[in-house]
């Protein structure tokens, strides 16, 4: 029996988009593409097409998705083995699901397009002639008849399938995943997840960015990733104060399909950021400092070009792919850990109970040891000095004019506390991580070390305090509060 080659991607065909208007026909619908960041298309082009290549030949196209098995992702996973083969030479066999769960499960399930892989039996290493190279078989599924239980195969197989072979059906939670967020989200958020959906030049904010791989409101800790329960809230709830709606009327498995598409978007992004991340010296940027200090352009060019061709660089390059790789599994594998998840050691301050907490904290949030004025003003007004001052990047060069920016260089202004709007959640909890962890890709710093755990609920209790003049909110004199730690989100 041929020994299973475990494959580190497999392809599924993506869900064609709907026509906008049945009317109009498919045919004039244009097609979905993954554009680059500007950090790649402003390398020299031999670079900037090794980048591209790369990110392509792990994660395909919108119509041609890839399942990179080496990232943290559920792309909808069923194991059988076979009953009965087909014959030698034919597509089709019938099966049986391993998990009596995952029968009654995909009974409702088009599997249609899903990815195949043999784990066992004599067509596990499958090749086929592509280019003039023999190159491993990219089983499909073409056709799924649940109450037959048979499975027809997009490659006609050598070898009949003998019973008991096993295999595995993969990334039809990811179809499901990407038809909904071409019909909810593609809008605002884009094909890519960068944001720029035929929708978002009239939002202010600006959706999210997914291709940073950096979410602002998370409960993990501040160098970790977003976890899956925080990407599922958040569709799920919406954000106060923007355009980010609520998806609550979503079946929880169509909310579960579109978090683990939005990650892989933001894991594919963030795949291209990190290979990205040794190539500077090959930007435009970077030959435009040269220019400057009187090198010939052409010079240069000619220089990384040839830099770029040598066997010495697509070594390394391939070395970048294999650590990206290595990277994406352990950031975001780590954000679902239950120690990455922020708790309070210990249950809220009553606001009530002891009614100096308050006053402690407005007297925290005005000292230089917390400098929360600074951005947020005296009041609260998001109307600090930092506001008018001209920031610098994390390179040390400073933004073209006053204001604070984040990770993606957009200006921001620091939350107005007396509207009581909290775009990461109004739970005391919610407030607390901000405070513990600071909010990913802004200025907003993390407090877990300058201040003690007392400290940061005297402050929790002073910003909820803001729009009620310093006062607790009416509601938190009814409700109840937490006294340990395992009810402090309560």
């Known amino acids: ?32 593409v993954f554009v680059s960041s500007k950090r790649t298309t402003d390398m020299i082009r031999p670079v900037q097409s090794r980048v591209e290549q790369a990110v392509a ?52 399930v088009d599997l249609t397009g899903a990815a195949f892989v043999w784990d066992s039996g004599p067509n596990t290493n499958v090749t086929i002639t592509r280019q003039r190279k023999d190159v491993p078989a990219e089983f499909q599924v073409i056709g799924y008849h649940p109450t037959e239980q048979s499975i027809e195969l997009s490659i006609n197989v050598p070898d009949n399938p003998e019973p008991g072979d096993k295999f595995r ?13 071409m019909q909810h989200c593609m809008h605002c958020h884009g094909v890519s997840g960068d944001g720029n959906g035929p929708t978002a030049r009239y939002l202010n904010p600006l959706p999210r960015d997914y291709r940073l791989g950096v979410f602002k409101f998370t409960s993990t800790s501040s160098r970790d990733k977003v976890s899956r329960e925080d990407l599922h809230r958040i569709i799920r709830n919406g954000i106060p104060g923007t ?21 892989w978007l933001a894991q594919r992004g ?19 400092e040269r220019e400057k200090k009187g090198e010939s352009r052409a010079d240069v060019e000619k220089e990384l070009t040839k830099a770029a061709t040598s066997k010495e660089f697509i070594a390394e390059f391939d070395e970048s792919i294999e650590s990206a790789f290595a990277g994406l599994s352990r950031d975001w594998g780590r954000a679902d850990e239950a120690s990455s998840v922020i708790h309070p050691k210990s249950g809220r301050i009553d606001p009530v109970a002891d009614a100096a907490s ?11 040891k917390t400098k929360c004025a600074s951005c947020h003003g005296l009041g609260g007004r998001g109307d600090g000095p930092q506001t008018t001052d001209v920031q610098k990047r994390s390179d040390g060069s400073e933004y073209d004019k006053p204001g604070l920016f984040d990770a993606w260089d ?6 107005d506390l007396t509207q009581g709007i909290y775009r990461g959640g109004r739970r005391p909890i ?61």
Not at 10 to 18: D, F, I, Q
């Open 410 to 415: 957009k200006e921001i202004k620091p939350r």
């Open 57 to 108: 030949e792990n994660f395909g196209t919108p119509q041609n998705l890839y399942a990179s098995l080496r990232l943290p992702i559920d792309y909808g996973t069923a194991e059988g083995v076979v009953k009965e083969g087909g014959g030698a030479g034919s597509n089709h066999f019938t099966y049986e699901w391993t998990k009596p769960e995952t029968a009654e499960q995909l009974k409702k």
């Open 1 to 32: 029996m041929a020994r299973a080659t475990i494959p580190v991607r497999v392809r599924w065909l993506a869900t064609a988009a709907l026509c906008a208007v049945a009317a109009s026909g498919c045919g004039k619908t244009p097609e979905a």
């Open 270 to 288: 963030e795949f291209e950021s990190r290979l990205n991340a040794g190539l500077k010296d090959y930007s435009k940027p970077a030959i435009d």
């Open 430 to 490: 919610d407030v607390y991580r901000r405070v513990y962890a600071g909010i990913k890709g802004t200025p907003m710093p993390s407090f877990n070390t300058a201040l003690k755990e007392n400290e940061i609920w005297d402050i929790v209790n002073y910003v909820l305090s803001v729009p009620y003049n310093g006062k607790a909110p009416p509601a938190l004199k009814e409700a109840p509060v937490a006294t340990t730690a395992s009810t402090a989100e309560e």
């Open 243 to 263: 355009y980010m709606p609520s998806f609550l009327l979503l079946k929880d498995e169509e909310l579960k399909a579109i978090t683990e598409y939005v990650r």
């Open 169 to 181: 059906v993969i990334g039809f939670g990811m179809q499901s995943g990407r038809r909904l967020y």
């Open 358 to 368: 308050i006053e402690r904290g407005r007297k925290l949030y005005l000292s230089d």
